[in-house]
C-alpha cells in the first residue's frame, strides 16, 4: 500500500513536498517514483528513483527544480518541488516498480508500476 501526503495551494514560485510510505511487502519494491496528471490530460512522468541504489530519474519539465529522495528506515519516498510553476497542477501519484527491475526505460515507463497511491492534490496559483 502507498499513502501520499503533503499536497495543497502554492503560489507560483512556491515550494511543496510530498512524501510517499509505502507499507507491506516493501522488500519486493525495485524503484519508487512520481507521477501527475492534470485535468484532461494523460498521467505523466515526474520523477524515480531506485529502492535499493540506482540513480535518480526525471522528466525534463522537472530537472533542476524537483528532487526526489528515499528514506528507506521509513519506507518513504520524497518529491522536494521547488520554484513551482502554474503548469505543474496535478495529482501527484506515487508508485512501485516490483515485477521489473530499476532499469532503463522501466523507469519512466507507467505500465512498469505495479502498485499506486491514491494521490494527492497540488495547484500553483499565478
Known amino acids: 500500500q502507498l499513502v501520499e501526503s503533503g499536497g495543497g495551494l502554492v503560489q507560483s514560485g512556491g515550494s511543496l513536498r510530498l512524501s510517499c510510505e509505502a507499507s507491506?511487502?516493501?522488500?519486493?519494491?525495485?524503484?519508487m517514483g512520481w507521477f501527475r496528471q492534470a485535468p484532461g490530460l494523460d498521467r505523466q512522468f515526474v520523477a524515480s528513483?531506485?529502492?535499493?541504489?540506482?540513480?535518480?530519474f526525471y522528466a525534463d519539465s522537472v530537472k533542476g527544480r524537483f528532487t526526489i529522495s528515499r528514506d528507506n528506515a521509513k519506507n518513504t519516498v520524497y518529491l522536494q518541488m521547488n520554484t513551482l510553476k502554474p503548469e505543474d497542477t496535478a495529482v501527484y501519484y506515487c508508485?512501485?516498480?516490483?515485477?521489473?527491475?530499476?532499469?532503463?526505460?522501466?523507469?519512466?515507463?507507467?505500465?512498469?508500476?505495479?502498485?499506486w497511491g491514491q494521490g494527492t492534490q497540488v495547484t500553483v496559483s499565478s
Open positions: 507491506g511487502r516493501t522488500s519486493n519494491i525495485n524503484g
Open positions: 508508485a512501485s516498480v516490483q515485477r521489473l527491475p530499476y532499469l532503463g526505460s522501466y523507469r519512466y515507463t507507467e505500465t512498469s508500476y505495479d502498485y
Open positions: 528513483l531506485g529502492w535499493n541504489g540506482g540513480g535518480e
